[in-house]
C-alpha cells in the first residue's frame, strides 16, 4: 500500500464523524452487501450492543506488542499515534469488524472517533484491500461533507482508525426514527451530498454506495459521507466490479455492464427517494425482483411528493447512464433552487444551522 500517513490531528480544528458496514469480500470475489430488508434488523442489533459495552479500553489495549502488519500489507511507517498518547472514551457504537469509540489525543485535548477492527475477522473475511483503499482515499480527501479520517496506526492484532467525530449518528438512524424527511430538509442534505460528489468526481474517485448508513451528521446537520470500502480511484479506465448494496445498484451495474461515475447520480436519485418516500423505490421481497424492477421498473411515487422532485428523481434515475441529470445541473434543478435558495436559503440557516 503506498504510505498513507494522513495528516495529523491539530488542535483547534473541528472535531465532528465514520466508516461502515463493510460489505463481504468472499473467495477473493467482491459480492453485495446486505439489502435493505436486513439493514433495520442489522441496525436494531447495533442498538441493543450499544448499550452494553463500557470502553475500558486504554488499559487493555496497552502492552499489545507494536507493530508489524504485513498480513494486512500495510506498510511499516513509524506512526504517529500508537495508544499510549490516546485517552478512550464512551462507546459510539459497533460494525462487523470492531467498535467506534471517542478518544482524545493525550498531547492536544483534540477528540475524534477512534475505530478499532479487529485484524483476525478482517483477514477471514478477506476486507483487507477494501481497508487499504478505503484509508488511501479517504484520508487524502479534504471536504466539509466527507468525514476525515485523520490517520491510522495498527498493532499486531489490531487497525485503529482516527476519524473525524460525527455527534449525530448514522443518517439512517434519523431517517428511521422520522419514516421521512421533509422536502426542505432533504434538499438540504441532498446538496451537501452533492457537493461533496463533485469534490470527489473532481478527483475521479467513485464512491459507488451512497445509501444513509454510509452518512453520518456532524454539528449543525452537517452530513458526512462516511464509508469509502466501495470507492474506487479510476482516473481512466471504466469499472466491472459488482458492488454496492442492491437496492441503490444501477442497472447497468446489474447488467454486469462497465460503467463510470454515473453509477453515483443513481445512487443519489435512490436516496433522494429515500428521504421523501422511506424506503428506495425498487424494494422487492427478493433479489431476482429487485434486480428486474431496477433494470425495467419505473418508480412510484406517493401523492404528497412535488411535482418538482419527482422531476429531479426520473431524471437521475434514468437507465441510461448517458442521460443522467449531472451533479451541476443537480444544483440548477428548480426544486433545488427553490428549496435551498432566495429566502428559503435564510430559512434553511436559521433552522438548521450552517455548513462547518
Ligand atoms: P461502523 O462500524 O463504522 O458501522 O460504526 C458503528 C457505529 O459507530 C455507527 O453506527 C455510528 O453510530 C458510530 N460511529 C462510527 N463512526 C463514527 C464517528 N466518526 N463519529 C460518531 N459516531 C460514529
Not at 488542535?11 to 465514520?18: F, I, L, M
Not at 461533496?196 to 468526481?201: G, L, R
Request: hydrophobic share 35%; glycine share 8%.
Amino acid at each position: 500500500m503506498a504510505s498513507v500517513q494522513a495528516a495529523s490531528v491539530d488542535k483547534g480544528k473541528e472535531n465532528d464523524a465514520k466508516e461502515e458496514n463493510a460489505p463481504v469480500v468472499s473467495g477473493g470475489k467482491e459480492t453485495t452487501p446486505p439489502c435493505k430488508k436486513q439493514r433495520a434488523r442489522e441496525a436494531a442489533a447495533r442498538g441493543s450492543d450499544k448499550s452494553s459495552e463500557k470502553a475500558q479500553l486504554a488499559g487493555h489495549l496497552k502492552g499489545l506488542p507494536a507493530q508489524v502488519a504485513e498480513d494486512l500489507g500495510i506498510g511499516i511507517e513509524i506512526p504517529w499515534f500508537s495508544m499510549e498518547d490516546i485517552d478512550v472514551g464512551r462507546r459510539l457504537g459497533g460494525g462487523k469488524f470492531g467498535s467506534v469509540y471517542v478518544a482524545r489525543c493525550r498531547r492536544s485535548g483534540f477528540c475524534f472517533a477512534l475505530k478499532i477492527l479487529n485484524k483476525a475477522q478482517l483477514i477471514k473475511h478477506r476486507v483487507e484491500h477494501q481497508l487499504r483503499r478505503e484509508i488511501e482515499i479517504q484520508s487524502h480527501c479534504r471536504h466539509v461533507n466527507i468525514l476525515r479520517l485523520y490517520s491510522f496506526f495498527h498493532d499486531e492484532k489490531r487497525v485503529y482508525l482516527m476519524l473525524e467525530l460525527a455527534p449525530g449518528g448514522e443518517l439512517f438512524g434519523l431517517l428511521q426514527n422520522r419514516g421521512t424527511f421533509s422536502e426542505a430538509r432533504s434538499a438540504w442534505y441532498f446538496k451537501q451530498l452533492v457537493e461533496a460528489f463533485q469534490y470527489c468526481h473532481g478527483k475521479n474517485i467513485i464512491h459507488r454506495d451512497i445509501k444513509p448508513e454510509n452518512i453520518l451528521i456532524g454539528l449543525k446537520d452537517t452530513l458526512k459521507i462516511a464509508d469509502f470500502g466501495w470507492a474506487v480511484h479510476a482516473p481512466t479506465s471504466r469499472r466491472e466490479t459488482f458492488c454496492g448494496t442492491l437496492d441503490y445498484l444501477p442497472p447497468e451495474i446489474v447488467a454486469s455492464k462497465s460503467y463510470g461515475k454515473h453509477v453515483d447520480l443513481w445512487g443519489l436519485g435512490i436516496l433522494l427517494y429515500e428521504f421523501l418516500v422511506g424506503k428506495p423505490p425498487f424494494e422487492a421481497p427478493d433479489q431476482p425482483r429487485t434486480c428486474r424492477k431496477i433494470t425495467s421498473g419505473v418508480p412510484s411515487f406517493p401523492p404528497h411528493i412535488t411535482r418538482e422532485a419527482k422531476d429531479l428523481i426520473s431524471r437521475l434515475l434514468h437507465k441510461d447512464p448517458k442521460h443522467r441529470m449531472t451533479l451541476d445541473q443537480i444544483l440548477l434543478h428548480p426544486w433545488m433552487v427553490e428549496n435551498c435558495g432566495g429566502d428559503n436559503a435564510n430559512i434553511l440557516h436559521r433552522k438548521y444551522g450552517g455548513m462547518m
